[in-house]
T-cell receptor, first 114, second 113 residues
Framework: GEKVEQHESTLSVREGDSAVINCTYTDTASSYFPWYKQEAGKSLHFVIDIRSNVDRKQSQRLIVLLDKKAKRFSLHITATQPEDSAIYFCAASNRNNYAQGLTFGLGTRVSVFP | DPKIIQKPKYLVAVTGSEKILICEQYLGHNAMYWYRQSAKKPLEFMFSYSYQKLMDNQTASSRFQPQSSKKNHLDLQITALKPDDSATYFC????????????FGPGTRLTVL
């Protein structure tokens, strides 16, 4: 089955700088790549996603890049703010139809310091 | 108002017992899911349902049984509980045709003694 590897387990960033989290996946059939944010003691909150028909997507300060050849995708958090501090999970799914479970990476703990 | 309700928030059980985790969603979604998050493993997909029908089961053990009494309900029955079952169980929902963004509930934190 699909495996998702999240390369950075922790990331410490100065406020205002960018944070980049990299993930790789194994299944070439994967076509949907969402990112979730989890604050301490809370649930997962969807932040952004990208589908395999595009290689870049931006939503405000978040940019997701997808390199299908390398089976790699990344989340760029630009102009980081203290409220960006959280654990970020990348995920992948490999079917386009019906209820499809997500395969998650292990998470990256992002800390934004002043 | 919370759109996905999970009950209870915390649950303590003894080894060998049986518990039911409740999930209701008020997002009008047709697909619902269960995930598990423990200290030892990454977030793990367990089941998915669409229109109350099982679509995918990634749980090896038959001790975990989802139950869907209504389209917006997907409960999880766990029998013969083991300490390794200790985890936070998240329910999620989405539109069924997709893939679409999945919305996660607040979770039920289960501790098995």
């Amino acid at each position: 089955g699909e495996k998702v590897e999240q390369h950075e387990s922790t990331l410490s960033v100065r406020e205002g700088d960018s944070a980049v989290i990299n993930c790789t996946y194994t299944d070439t059939a994967s076509s949907y790549f969402p990112w979730y944010k989890q604050e301490a003691g809370k649930s997962l909150h969807f932040v952004i996603d990208i589908r395999s028909n595009v290689d870049r997507k931006q939503s405000q300060r978040l940019i997701v890049l997808l390199d299908k050849k390398a089976k790699r995708f990344s989340l760029h958090i630009t102009a980081t703010q203290p409220e960006d501090s959280a654990i970020y999970f990348c995920a992948a799914s490999n079917r386009n139809n019906y209820a499809q479970g997500l395969t998650f990476g292990l998470g990256t703990r992002v800390s934004v310091f002043p | 108002d919370p759109k996905i309700i999970q009950k209870p928030k915390y649950l303590v059980a003894v080894t060998g017992s049986e518990k039911i985790l409740i999930c209701e969603q008020y997002l009008g979604h047709n697909a619902m899911y269960w995930y598990r998050q423990s200290a030892k493993k990454p977030l793990e997909f367990m089941f998915s349902y669409s229109y109350q029908k099982l679509m995918d089961n990634q749980t090896a053990s038959s001790r975990f049984q989802p139950q869907s009494s209504k389209k917006n309900h997907l409960d999880l029955q766990i029998t013969a509980l083991k300490p390794d079952d200790s985890a936070t169980y998240f329910c999620a929902s989405s539109q069924d045709r997709g893939p679409y963004e999945q919305y996660f509930g607040p979770g039920t934190r289960l501790t098995v003694l």
